[in-house]
C-alpha cells in the first residue's frame, strides 16, 4: 500500500513544528515540505535583542534547519515556492526559485502554514515604501541589515512606524546604539490592543524620558528623499528626520493561495481546534490561521509564535489520529520587555472589549507585591476585565517596573479565560502564601474581590 503523503507549505515556527511531530509521532510517514525562504525557524522576537546589543550573534536564533527535518525522514526543499493549489485534484504547482523549473507535487494531506508578510502603511505611496533605507521588520535578513544599520555612523535618525510591541523594542534597540529616535503610531497610545492606559500612560512616559520622541495620533502620509534613499517621514502633522525607516504596522496573513477557504475579515482562514480547515484534507495553522477566541467567541488570528507551533503539533496530530491534542481556544496571551516595564497580558482590554460592544466591567489595583515588613516589594499594578452579567474573566493586565518581573500571573489567567472561568473560580484557585513572594491577599485576589463589591483595599480603583 502506498504510503500517505502528508505536504506542509511553509517551514518556519508553525511548518517545522508541524514536521517535526508528524514524523516524532510517526516516522514511517511521508513527508515533503516547501518554504520558498533559505532558511528556518528564525526567531524574530531576538531582532531587537540583537539591533541593541544583548544577542551577540543573530545566528544563534535558530532552533531548527533543513538537514534536522531531513535526518528525521522529511523531504524538505528550500527556496521552492508553491505558486498555486488544486485543492480538487489535491496537487501543488511549485516554483525551484534557484532555476525557475517548475513542477507539479501531489498530496494526501496538506499542511498550509505560509504565515503573514508585514503590512504596507495605507495611503504611503508604493514607490516611497520601496526608498533606500525603508525596511521591514520580520526575516533573518531583515535582521542582518538592521543590525548593520545600528552600527552605521550615516544613520542619525531612526524613525520607526507603528508603536506596538515590535516597534517599541525596536525604538528601545536604536535608542541605546545612540540614534535619534521618533516613535510614530496613528492610535492615541502604545500598545493599544493589548494594554489600556493604566498601563501605557506610564510606558509612554518612560519612553519620553529615553529620548524618543513619541509621536501619537499622527497618520504617516508619506516618506520624502533625495536620490532614491529616505530623508525624511511625512505625517499629518509634522515631518521627521529620517536615515532610516522601519515599517512595523501589522501582519496580514499569507491566505491567497486558498481562496476557498473560510476566512475572518483580515483574511486568516478559520480552522478547528485541530486546525482543520473547511476544505476537505486540509488544515492551516500559525499566522494564516484564525483560532477561536476564548474572550469574544470569534475566530481571530493572533500572530504569535506560542500559536504558530501549538497549532503545528495540533494538526500534525490530527493527521497522525492521535486524538485529544488540540487547541481548542486561544487568549491571546503575551508579553513585553521594554524601557524598564515588565508587561503581560491576556484575553481582552477593557478597550478591546468596548470596541466589540462586550458589556465589560473592570477593577485596576496597585499594591506592594510582598508584605510591607519585608525589606523590600514592589508595587504591582494588576487589571482584570469582565463580562458584567455573569463575571466571566475577559482579561487580564500584569505590570511592574526594574527586576522584580510578574508576568507569569498571565499564565493562569489565561488558562481561566481558555476555560470560561469567572472571577470567583479564579479567586479561590489553590494558590500558595509565602512572605518572600507575595501577599495572603495577592494582588489578583484584591482586585477580584473588589469586583465581587468586598473592598478591603480602600486606594484600589474600579
Ligand atoms: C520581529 C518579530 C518579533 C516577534 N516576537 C514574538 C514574540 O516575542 N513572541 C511571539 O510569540 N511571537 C513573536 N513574533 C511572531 C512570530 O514570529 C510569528 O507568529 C510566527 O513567525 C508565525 O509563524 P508561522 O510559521 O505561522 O509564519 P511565518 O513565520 O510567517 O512563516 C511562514 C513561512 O512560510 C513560507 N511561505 C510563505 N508563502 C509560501 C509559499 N507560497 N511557498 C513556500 N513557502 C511559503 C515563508 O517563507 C515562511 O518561512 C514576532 C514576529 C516578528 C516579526
Redesign the pocket.
Known amino acids: 500500500m502506498a504510503k500517505e503523503k502528508v505536504v506542509v ?7 517545522t513544528s508541524a514536521v517535526r511531530t508528524l514524523l516524532a509521532q510517526k516516522p514511517e510517514l511521508e513527508v515533503v515540505a ?4 533559505d532558511n ?1 525557524s528564525f526567531l ?2 531576538g ?2 535583542l540583537a539591533v541593541g546589543g544583548t544577542v551577540k550573534n543573530v545566528n544563534d536564533l535558530f532552533y531548527c534547519n533543513e538537514v534536522k527535518l531531513g535526518d528525521m525522514g522529511a523531504k524538505v526543499f528550500m527556496e ?4 498555486a493549489i488544486d485543492t480538487v485534484s489535491k496537487t501543488l504547482s511549485v516554483r525551484d526559485l534557484r532555476g525557475g523549473r517548475e513542477f507539479t507535487e501531489s498530496y494526501g494531506k496538506l499542511i498550509y ?5 508585514p503590512l504596507p502603511i495605507p495611503g504611503v505611496p508604493e514607490k516611497s515604501m520601496k526608498m533606500e533605507n525603508v525596511m521591514l ?2 526575516l533573518y535578513q531583515h535582521a542582518k541589515e538592521l543590525i548593520e544599520k545600528a552600527d552605521e555612523p550615516g544613520i542619525g535618525s531612526v524613525v520607526v512606524i507603528g508603536a506596538g ?2 516597534g517599541i523594542e525596536l525604538a528601545e534597540a536604536y535608542r541605546q546604539k545612540g540614534k535619534k529616535v521618533t516613535l510614530i503610531d496613528f492610535e492615541k497610545r502604545v500598545v493599544p490592543r493589548y494594554f489600556d492606559n493604566e498601563f501605557t500612560n506610564i510606558l509612554e512616559a518612560d519612553i519620553r524620558k529615553s529620548g524618543v520622541v513619541l509621536a501619537l495620533g499622527e497618520k504617516v502620509i508619506d516618506f520624502a528623499g533625495r536620490d532614491g534613499r529616505v530623508a525624511e517621514v511625512v505625517t499629518s502633522k509634522a515631518r521627521y528626520p529620517a536615515d532610516l525607516v522601519i515599517v512595523c504596522v501589522g501582519f496580514k496573513p ?1 491566505t491567497e ?1 486558498l481562496p476557498a477557504a473560510e476566512k475572518t475579515a483580515n483574511g486568516a482562514i478559520v480552522v478547528d481546534p485541530q486546525m482543520r480547515t473547511n476544505i476537505p484534507d486540509v488544515w492551516a ?4 490561521a484564525a483560532m477561536l477566541h476564548a474572550s469574544t467567541g470569534r475566530h481571530t488570528q493572533v ?6 507551533v501549538k497549532s503545528g503539533i495540533a494538526a500534525a496530530s490530527s493527521i497522525n489520529g492521535v486524538s485529544g491534542v488540540e487547541v481548542a481556544n486561544v487568549a491571546g496571551t ?1 508579553a513585553i520587555h521594554v524601557f524598564d516595564n515588565n508587561l503581560a497580558s491576556t484575553g481582552l482590554s477593557e478597550a478591546g472589549a468596548a470596541a466589540l460592544g462586550i458589556d465589560a466591567a473592570s477593577v485596576y489595583v496597585e499594591d506592594a507585591d510582598r508584605p510591607e515588613f519585608m525589606e523590600d516589594y514592589t508595587i504591582t499594578r494588576f487589571k482584570i476585565i469582565y463580562e458584567r452579567g455573569t463575571m466571566r474573566l475577559l482579561g487580564a493586565q500584569v505590570g511592574t517596573r526594574g527586576a522584580v518581573n510578574h508576568s507569569e500571573v498571565i499564565y493562569f489567567l489565561a488558562l481561566a479565560i481558555q476555560r470560561r472561568m469567572n472571577l470567583l473560580e479564579v479567586a479561590f484557585t489553590d494558590v500558595y502564601f509565602l512572605p518572600h513572594f507575595n501577599k495572603p491577599f495577592n494582588f489578583v485576589l484584591t482586585a477580584i474581590l473588589k469586583a465581587a463589591g468586598i473592598n478591603y483595599d480602600k486606594t484600589a480603583s474600579r
Open positions: 507549505i511553509g517551514i518556519n515556527h508553525a511548518g516547501f518554504d520558498r525562504n528556518i524574530g522576537c531582532i531587537a521552492h515556492e508553491v505558486i502554514a505560509a504565515g503573514s508578510w521588520c520580520k510591541y515590535i499569507n493561495l495553522i500559525g499566522d494564516a500572530a504569535l509564535a506560542t500559536n504558530a503575551n
